[in-house]
């Protein structure tokens, strides 16, 4: 018994050491304790993480708005100082109609959005006030100058336009209000670009706030030096009427944005979203706000910009209370986690290297043979003209030679082995032009489409049983590629028609980034079931001896206008004819 008592005291240490081990103890404790201060420090520097990088954002979207206002109230002085600049050239003197073309070619409501207009204004002594008005009334006989005034100088709006939608400011003088009048002097005096302080337009049936954009013009040929020769030489200026929201709904689209914009110009509230009707959204706490002014020909206007509640949705970040929530396991899974996506990065980059090896094996083998391809098409087509033409040769002199002592079915065989020869070489022709078509690079030039389509419908023999109509238009776009693919086009359609004359119409349409080109015949057509078959090489839809052409023609088409990054389609839906259309981008990729 004393023997085993030892034993029994030892197994009774090691048990309590056990135990002990089992339960928690100080330094467990710790090691919780420190585990949670260090999640709270994390979902802290999280949560002021997020805080900062939404305040960026907001700051970066506020700065945008700003930078988008002047950029395009700049936009508009360069359209101004471009009216100035023509009415110059014009020694000072233009009408209505010439107004109206140069209006028209300024595109306004497309290349403008958010102003109201572009127009001119004219300074007038009193003394030559009636010979003005009667000058005027020469091409409108309603034209009158209103309303009454006391200044000593009147500045009436000779021409706008649009003009229907700006009827009621026609005659409209300047001079009859204190900010309209105030602005147009000091621009005169300074020769810069004027704001108005805020008005409203009398075309604004809405009557909401507005103001006036002018850019004095002078005469002479030399620009006055001092405040004394401007108001000597003054003609008057061009000018844009601008409603603010419709300049806001131009400038900067609602549905893009996540913040809230009010813009004064002193005590005078020029825009604001609620008031505009874009006020959907607005958050009575805003999560940051910017209050900035700028000068601006002449105003100082202040920009006050807050988030509004689509910002506070779009930037919404669960991220910090994940952590707090998550730190606990998070510290026991990021080992393992580390360790697996180690791994699997080791096995990716592995795997990736093999592919990448394998595809760079693939790209040279198909490389080569695609330049073997291209060298075999090139020199096939080249050493095969040579033998053709004298087979040609041959059947000419044997005709020559022999023509009144063959038979009636050896002239047809002679004439048929001609027509096939021609073929022949046409076909081999197409093939070559077809092999370069990769080699071709060139650069957009200014080409009239009228001009550049009646130079191609001239080549063709029975041009005059066939009409062309084409828009008077000018783009840009690389001109012999182009050329190449009206040729296949018109050719086809003269070619292919099955009455031998007909009409040829080419239209155009400006899209956003492509040219948009339709070519269309009254001609038979392509059945729609055979229209993808008609793009491939070699296809024709009449047999041989019935149409000319190797059957490539839509082939070149559809891989010129592919090189160039367009795209080819058969309009569908027509009973009779053929409508082809182009999409070409206005940009040229093989410049990129």
């Not at 057509?525 to 190797?550: C, W």
Request: hydrophobic letters at 35%; proline letters at 4%.
């Amino acid at each position: 018994m004393d023997q085993l008592q030892p034993a029994k005291i030892l197994a009774s240490e090691q048990r309590k050491k056990l135990q002990r081990s089992g339960s928690m103890h100080w330094a467990h404790w710790s090691v919780v304790f420190l585990s949670i201060i260090l999640t709270i420090g994390a979902w802290y520097f999280a949560k002021d993480q997020v805080n900062e990088k939404n305040r960026e954002k907001f700051f970066r979207e506020a700065n945008q708005v700003i930078e988008l206002v002047i950029e395009r109230m700049n936009l508009y002085e360069n359209a101004l100082w471009s009216a100035a600049a023509f009415i110059d050239a014009n020694n000072g003197e233009i009408n209505y109609e010439d107004w109206l073309t140069y209006s028209q070619s300024l595109n306004i409501e497309n290349t403008y959005p958010g102003v109201n207009g572009i127009g001119i204004i004219h300074s007038i002594k009193p003394e030559n006030l009636e010979s003005y008005i009667a000058k005027e009334r020469k091409t409108r006989p309603n034209y009158s100058v209103h309303p009454e005034h006391k200044e000593a100088e009147n500045w009436p709006i000779t021409l706008i336009e649009p003009a229907l939608p700006n009827k009621n400011a026609i005659g409209l003088d300047m001079a009859f209000e204190t900010n309209r009048y105030t602005s147009i002097k000091k621009a005169r005096d300074t020769g810069t670009a004027q704001l108005t302080g805020p008005i409203t337009l009398v075309q604004d049936a809405k009557k909401t706030p507005g103001f006036l954009l002018y850019v004095p013009f002078y005469k002479g040929t030399e620009d006055p030096q001092n405040q004394d020769e401007r108001r000597e030489q003054i003609v008057g200026v061009t000018y844009a009427p601008f409603i603010m929201y419709k300049l806001m709904q131009g400038t900067l689209q609602r549905e893009k944005r996540h913040v809230n914009i009010t813009i004064t110009d002193g005590d005078d509230l020029l825009f604001n979203d609620n008031h505009s009707g874009d006020g959907a959204g607005q958050d009575s706490e805003p999560l940051f706000r910017k209050v900035e002014k700028i000068e601006l020909y002449g105003r100082m206007w202040k920009f006050d910009i807050r988030t509004n509640l689509s910002f506070r949705e779009a930037n919404a970040n669960n991220q910090p209370y994940f952590i707090l929530f998550g730190g606990v396991i998070i510290d026991f899974l990021l080992l393992g986690l580390f360790i697996f996506l180690s791994r699997a990065n080791r096995h990716a980059l592995i795997y990736a290297d093999q592919m990448t090896e394998e595809l760079h094996i693939k790209t040279r083998h198909l490389e080569k043979s695609n330049k073997d391809l291209e060298q075999f098409s090139y020199l096939a087509s080249h050493d095969l003209k040579s033998p053709l033409n004298a087979i040609k040769q041959l059947v000419s002199w044997i005709k020559e030679d022999c023509i009144e002592i063959l038979p009636k079915n050896s002239k047809h065989h002679l004439t048929l082995l001609t027509q096939r020869s021609e073929r022949m070489i046409k076909l081999l022709n197409d093939l070559l032009d077809y092999s370069r078509l990769d080699k071709l690079e060139h650069s957009n030039e200014t080409i009239n489409l009228k001009q550049t389509s009646a130079d191609v419908f001239e080549m063709y023999e029975s041009n005059n049983n066939f009409k062309i109509t084409v828009p008077d238009v000018v783009i840009d776009i690389p001109r012999i590629p182009f050329e190449m693919v009206l040729r296949n086009l018109i050719s086809n359609a003269i070619k292919h028609h099955d009455e031998g004359k007909g009409k040829i119409e080419i239209n155009y349409e400006a899209l956003v980034d492509m040219h948009k080109i339709r070519v269309s015949d009254d001609g038979p057509g392509i059945p729609e079931n055979l229209q993808a078959k008609a793009m491939e090489m070699f296809q024709t839809l009449q047999p041989r001896d019935k149409v000319e052409g190797s059957g490539m023609g839509l082939a070149i088409v559809n891989k010129i206008v592919d090189q160039y990054s367009g795209s080819v389609s058969i309009e569908p839906g027509t009973e009779r004819g053929l409508a082809i259309v182009i999409l070409w981008p206005k940009t040229n990729t093989l410049e990129q």
